[in-house]
């Protein structure tokens, strides 16, 4: 069965940094788009940033544009989303997804989903 595993949330100060990751198993990783999501309580789940299975296209939600940085290691079936100059408002449990051969910037893109980690920005 597909598994994706994310790792790396935490508690951080407003313009410090994280770096999370998502390990794959189970689906052909190298064929797969990845996307990074968030939710914040009592919203619903966001787009953050998508990688193409090349790697060549990347992109980003308006709000994290400049901050995020998504990469992926095609050889260790891994996908990371740095995050830098962190906010308050980025406060949100965040979601490692794949979806067959898509670039997109929807939920309805992606067919597998990660349980998700907590990232707290404090002010």
């Known amino acids: 069965q597909v598994q994706l595993v994310e790792s790396g949330g935490g508690l951080v100060q407003a313009g410090g940094s994280l770096r999370l990751s998502c390990a794959a198993s189970?689906?052909?990783?190298?064929?797969?788009?990845m996307g990074w999501f968030r939710q914040a309580p009592g919203k619903e789940r966001e787009f953050v940033a998508t990688i193409s299975w090349t790697g060549a296209i990347t992109y980003y939600a308006d709000s994290v544009r400049g901050r995020f940085t998504i990469s992926r290691d095609n050889a260790n079936r891994t996908v990371t989303l740095q995050m830098n100059s962190l906010k308050p408002e980025d406060t949100a449990v965040y979601y490692c997804a794949a979806g067959d051969g898509t670039n997109s910037g929807s939920v309805g893109g992606y067919d597998h989903w990660g349980q998700g980690t907590q990232v707290t920005v404090s002010s």
């Open positions: 189970g689906l052909p990783f190298s064929m797969y788009g």
